[in-house]
């Protein structure tokens, strides 16, 4: 036979104190680890979202992001050529040469930042076509000194506006569209490739980007493991990545955009991870040790009673897992506070830096269904831990010292 | 006096368990607030500790814009300039991207002179400056791979590529020791003559990513910025001329507001452990309500029972904060290895303990202060009647 659950309700109530304390304190644990869950849902939304697996992105070898690599503009546009399997559009292949540098601006805060300029060509906007639009203004024309701007950076970055005049070295271009994209691009200032390469002074574009004819097999190996492994893994023999790596004229290193990415974000991930994680173990701890507390002195308090319910012939394990769904209601509760604790900062901007290029990232916090529900689940996980000890405690009390006491 | 002092003693050992979990949550929030300050305070280090005799000149489009190797010899002739030297981020990494550490091509006969904080043993500086393709590397460098002078390095050129495709190789010279927080005890250099020999076969030649400057003695510093920046408004690259402490401060607003969010979670732990202390406090004053009544029937004041309730939390928190200070101070060695990439000299700072004493003390207030109340207006009969 079960005590009814009623019991526990009901002494949590009568403890109102002690039970609101504890349930603020796991709240406060529980509020600031899905925090940094959060941030880390945002970012990786931001850098990851609009990723795709038949766009390719070729970089040259031995580099590990867009800043590293470097093709001159003869060999970007060799490789384009010398690429059975990009796919064709209605002016030609769907690749493009792009530049990458970040950009010393003024943030509207005042002092100075890195922000990602992007030299593009016209078919970039064709292989975008699905996720990129222009929001405001229109598209720079092609070989003009004309910007767009990403809808994040405005409001963000002094000149980052319809109208605005940014000053690149020496050459002063007008922006004349906003542009929206739910990925990095919408942080980024896109611009004609070669009107950008002459203007900073620069030879060649960074990388190579297109898309795939329909079932192409890249064979690429998994990033994370070329970036973290002494002995990287090599791509599959007789695929697109293990013919260009090896290529007498334009050698190059090829992913899919969405293993680029997810090899761009993995130093700050893991970053934000351990921290989550560090955080979530240490204030974890503490809380369990409040939830122990609470759950003794509950106990002590109720020795009598307990002494009755097992003089009545309630079991102890029964006994035992009243107590575990107690403090699991406490867990539960503790939870729910500390949700509506975290809430209010999904949609708070963060800005970091990107480590691998050295650029800010604008970013925001995103208080997700998934991060909610690691919130609950972590702060019931406390409630159990912390109710083990003294739910055993009461379990193995003898009823007659038990009736003795209170 | 020593009596009442017995009793606060008893009171906490009543039920050792409970002070013994309190005692650990404040020693665990402790050592955090510690270590998430001095990641603040390690990232504002440079700033605090710049020179300000230095100046750094890059180009004003970006970090990552070389500039021309002949504007050395221009900013030399600006009246003030004592000193100049040349760096350039090399972006390369040891077998894989995980022992990633920062390296930088550089001219031995001007560096040392501009930054004395970097001491070498001259017989280990000799042997750097006379091997072309020798390197100088961080003490917590030489330990964390093994290297000694002697030892032969490869360096896989990311950013700056090999000409013939393979690893750059760099013979150890010499190990160098940093005497200040905010010069990196785990950074290569390397002979600018090698990289730019190396390089001009096959591309084109290679520029400077930062000129340092150091100005003379009561220089005006605000003239020779407007000087530099002025000399190269109508060259190939315009040039941003900075102090030190501008330079440094960059990379800190870089961090964007992570400290901001860090500062939020330091808050939080001090309100959850508050909340615990507060819980722990009034628990053990429910237990001790009837005894309570007993000694003020024995004629003990209101005041003194104040300050026995008062007393106990003060203990508890000085104990939790006390043992916390000690475990933080203690780990910061292993912490400081395992975020060296991240947070170059973490070390935490005399304040950050003197913070950590201040919060505990006023956790122990805040949380003895309701107990400490309620048992001062306890009426005897009241008490001694038993429940509460």
């Excluded at chain 1, 604008?362 to 529900?373: E, H, I, K, Q």
């Excluded at chain 2, 190789?169 to 005890?185: I, K, L, M, R």
């Excluded at chain 2, 290679?206 to 020779?224: E, N, Q, T, Y």
């Amino acid at each position: 036979m079960f005590v009814p659950l009623s019991y526990n309700l009901r002494s949590l109530f009568v403890r109102k104190s002690a039970t609101l304390l504890t349930v603020l304190g796991i709240g406060a644990t529980v509020a600031i680890v899905s925090g940094v869950v959060a941030l880390i849902m945002g970012f990786r939304t931001m850098f990851t979202a609009g990723g795709r697996d038949d766009v390719a992105v070729f970089l040259r070898p031995g580099a590990n992001s867009e800043g590293d690599s470097q093709f001159s503009r003869d060999r970007g546009l060799k490789l384009i050529k010398s690429v059975p399997e990009i796919a064709e559009g209605p002016q030609g292949p769907l690749a493009s040469m792009e530049a990458y540098l970040a950009v010393l601006l003024s943030p509207e805060r005042g002092g100075l930042t890195n922000v990602p300029l992007r030299g593009v060509q016209t078919p970039t906007f064709e292989i975008r076509k699905g996720e990129l639009a222009i929001i405001e203004g229109e598209n720079f024309r092609p070989g003009s000194d004309e910007l767009i701007v990403g809808q994040r950076l405005v409001g963000h970055i002094q000149g980052c506006h319809l109208g605005g005049v940014i000053t690149l070295n020496k050459t002063p271009f007008r922006v004349v569209g906003v542009f929206e994209h739910e990925g990095q691009f919408g942080g980024e200032i896109w611009g004609d490739l070669d009107r950008l390469l002459a203007a900073m002074g620069r030879y060649g574009p960074n990388r190579v980007i297109a898309q795939l004819a329909p079932g192409t097999e890249i064979g690429a190996p998994d990033p994370t493991q070329v970036m973290f492994s002494d002995d990287p893994p090599q791509p599959k023999e007789g695929t697109m990545a293990a013919r260009l790596l090896t290529d007498t004229e334009v050698p190059a290193k090829v992913y899919s955009e969405t293993q680029f990415l997810a090899s761009q974000t993995v130093m700050l991930t893991g970053l934000l991870g351990f921290l989550a994680v560090a955080l979530g173990l240490i204030m974890g701890l503490a809380a369990i040790f409040t939830a122990t507390n609470t759950m003794l002195s509950a106990l002590a308090a109720r020795t009598h009673e307990i002494g009755i319910l097992l003089a009545m012939g309630f079991r102890p394990i029964p006994i035992f897992l009243s107590f575990m769904f107690e403090a699991l209601v406490l867990g539960l509760i503790g939870g729910l506070a500390g949700s509506v604790m975290a809430l209010p900062f999904n949609g708070v901007r963060a800005g970091t830096m990107n480590f691998q290029t050295f650029t800010e990232m604008a970013f925001s916090f995103r208080v997700t269904p998934l991060v909610l529900g690691i919130a609950i689940s972590f702060a019931m996980m406390l409630g159990l831990l912390g109710g083990a000890w003294p739910a055993w405690r009461a379990a193995r009390l003898k009823p007659t010292i038990a009736l003795r006491q209170g | 006096m020593m009596a009442s002092f017995k009793l606060v003693w008893r009171n906490l050992t009543r039920r050792p368990l409970r002070s013994v979990l309190t005692v650990a949550s404040i020693v665990v929030a402790v050592f955090l607030i510690c270590s998430l300050r001095t990641l603040i305070t390690t990232i504002r280090a440079g700033v605090e500790n710049a020179d300000s005799r230095r100046l750094a000149v890059m180009s004003a489009t970006g970090l990552f814009v070389e500039m021309p190797m002949k504007y050395q010899a221009e900013i030399n002739k600006i009246p003030g300039v004592e000193l100049t030297t040349k760096f350039q981020w090399f972006g390369g990494y040891y077998r894989s991207q995980k022992n990633f550490f920062a390296q930088f091509a550089i001219d031995p006969d001007t560096m040392f002179a501009m930054y004395p904080e970097c001491q070498v043993p001259p017989e280990q500086i000799e042997a750097f400056r006379t091997n072309r393709t020798s390197c100088l590397i961080g003490e917590v460098l030489a330990q964390k791979f093994d290297w000694k002078p002697g030892d032969t390095i490869p360096i896989i050129g990311a950013l700056h590529p090999h000409p013939d495709d393979k690893a750059w190789e760099f013979q150890v010279a010499g190990v160098y020791h940093s005497s200040v927080p905010n010069f990196d005890n785990q950074t290569m250099f390397f002979h600018w003559d090698y990289y730019e020999e190396t390089l001009k076969e096959s591309g084109p030649m290679p520029g400077v990513g930062v000129f340092s400057i150091r100005v003379d003695k009561g220089a005006d510093v605000p003239r020779v910025i407007a000087d530099v920046e002025e000399a190269f408004q109508d060259s190939e690259q315009r040039v941003d001329c900075v102090t030190e402490a501008e330079f440094q401060r960059q990379f800190v607003t870089m961090f964007g507001n992570i400290p901001l969010f860090v500062g939020w979670i330091g808050s939080g732990v001090v309100l959850a452990i508050l909340l615990a202390c507060i819980n722990t406090m009034l628990m053990s004053m429910r237990e001790q309500t009837a005894e309570i009544g007993v000694l003020k029937s024995l004629g003990f004041t209101d005041g003194s029972m104040f300050g026995l309730l008062l007393v106990q939390a003060l203990v508890l928190c000085g104990l939790g904060g006390g043992l916390g200070i000690l475990f933080a101070w203690a780990t910061s060695g292993p912490v400081a290895e395992q975020l060296g990439a991240m947070f170059p000299g973490y070390r935490i700072h005399p304040e950050t303990y003197g913070l950590a004493v201040i919060i505990t003390v006023g956790i122990g207030l805040v949380a003895g202060l309701v107990p400490a109340w309620s048992a001062r207006s306890l009426r005897c009969v009241q008490a001694l009647r038993g429940t509460d």
